[in-house]
């Protein structure tokens, strides 16, 4: 299977929380779309394996998503190595995405930083002819996509464009609380953690409004691209 889009996130729910909109709007358009998380996230403190698993099966049926992977890399350990480095760029040459996302690089979680790491060092690698990877007994073709693109978490920066989820607001949040386990509840006897206050649940709903305003819509999530955008005024000019 061939991709549009391909997703890459350290943790299965940073894509959620991060461009679930996007990711949404991708789908009800027809853009083949996948999410490779690296990790399982075992080192989380509330929930397990098990209930992660469940949660991010409910999350990529919500999202409408083609596809979603997990690498099985250890948690708490994603920084750039030769192993890490040509397990997504085997990703990348499987799934022929035309653009990728991966965590902005600078976070708080040293692992969004690692993944960041680890996307754009495979980004360029997956290139190269030269460079090999195997899928099954195949030796891969060298690929490269035509844009990385990154998506803020905990930590901002200023964005090269915002794309406006108004439409897909409710349905990126009905794909975060199916973590469950991990955001506010309530009701759960597990230990707090920083993402599962209420407060954070807030700052979500706002961090989206604040975006959308930036454009003039209700909601929005923020990109980073570290190379020039062509900007096509055709298409604004044929909306008018």
Known sequence: MELDVLIFAAHPDDAELS???????????????GIVDLS???????????SRRKETELASGILNIDMRENLGLPDGKLKPSKEFIDAVVSKIRQYRPKIIFAPYFNDRHPDHIGTAQIVKEAFFFSGLARYDTMFGDKLQTQYRPDKLFYFFQTYEGEPSFITDISDYY????KAVHAYSTQFFNPESDEPE?????ESFSRFLDARARYWGFKIGKNYGEPFF????????????????
């Open 40 to 50: 399982e996230a075992e080192l989380s403190t509330r929930g397990t394996i098990e």
């Open 19 to 33: 461009m679930g909109g996007t990711i949404a709007r991708f789908t009800s358009t027809g853009i083949r779309t």
């Open 225 to 240: 691209c570290e190379e020039k955008i062509e900007y096509d005024f055709k298409n604004l000019l044929m909306n008018r």
């Open 170 to 173: 409710e349905i990126k949040m």
């Open 193 to 197: 953690t920083f993402i599962s206050t």
